[in-house]
């Protein structure tokens, strides 16, 4: 009992010292760019909090730039009466034809729920907005949050189950990002004027400061060799792609006809 009860807790630790080893270091991979001390890096580079009240938001950027990239984050959302913040979370790279690929999530009142905005801009181009409730209440704990992002695809995940891919369709003439390296961003920030029920409800700053947290940053740069470089949906992932999209998709501009009168962009008209 007592042998395999040690060796229990070996392995327990074994696999701790595995998993933590694995995960990315914040003091490491990340600097807090503005803000003026409302972001913070704690317990040793395992964890940030990003913090919003009345006179300033706050955010942190990548050391390092990535083209092409499998990058993980936990992110646990402001909780409570959230109405008017919002919480960004994307890629991008620079210049005035730059690539971006944002997860952005509006906050509510208690109770009410986010909404998780995505969008994919290419060459400076966006207008491709997808927005999703969630299966769970991201306020209550970390959930995890990935982009992989290969030459042939985009695809958003949230807990490992895909919400959305944006493929590369160069061949029909819509820019994809190939070229251009980006960093990882994240802000907190206040957008009352169009983020909650589009900008009717407005922020409680007596519920302030607002705060966001992150951990368990993982991140795979691109290299040749990398099975998830061709990665693609699996029948599996098709189907669980296909459950989000029916059950907690609320808006795709792929699906918004009063927006684009002469027609559908080109990446729309693909199966
Ligand atoms: C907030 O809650 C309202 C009411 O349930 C809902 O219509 C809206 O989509 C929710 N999310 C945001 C960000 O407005």
């Known amino acids: 009992m007592a042998a395999a009860s040690s060796l229990a807790s070996s392995i327990s630790f074994f696999l701790l010292m595995v998993i933590g080893s694995a995960a990315g270091n914040f003091n490491q991979d990340f600097d807090v760019t503005w803000g003026d001390g409302r972001g913070k890096i704690l317990n040793n580079g395992n964890l940030l909090t990003l913090s919003l009240d009345r006179a300033s938001g706050s ?18 959302l402001v909780a409570g009466n959230s109405a008017g913040t ?39 181009k ?34 490992g189950t895909p919400i959305r891919e944006f493929k590369n369709m160069e061949n029909r003439g819509v820019p994809f990002p190939t070229r251009q390296p980006m960093r990882i961003y994240s802000s907190l920030w206040n957008a009352d004027d169009w983020a909650t ?15 966001a947290s992150y951990r368990n940053f993982r991140s795979e740069a691109s290299s040749a060799t990398a099975p998830w470089m061709s990665q693609q949906l699996d029948f599996a992932n098709q189907q669980r792609l296909a459950w989000v999209r029916k059950n907690y998709m609320i808006y795709d501009y792929c699906r918004d006809s009063r927006r684009f009168p002469q027609g559908f962009p080109p990446e729309c008209n693909v199966a």
């Open 59 to 76: 955010g942190f950027q990548s050391k390092r730039e990535y083209l092409f990239g499998k990058i993980d984050m936990q992110l646990k």
């Open 86 to 124: 919002v919480t960004a979370y994307y890629l991008s790279s620079k210049g005035s034809t730059w690539d971006e690929i944002d997860f952005e999530f509006l906050g509510n009142l208690s109770g009410d729920p986010y909404i998780l905005h995505t969008n994919v801009f290419s060459q400076g």
């Open 126 to 159: 966006g207008n491709r907005e997808q927005q999703f409730y969630l299966w769970f209440d991201p306020t209550a704990d970390f959930h995890t949050y990935s982009i992989l992002w290969n030459p042939q695809r985009i695809i958003f995940s949230v807990d």
């Open 197 to 211: 029920r589009g900008g009717l409800v407005k922020t409680d700053w007596s519920k302030a400061p607002f705060m």
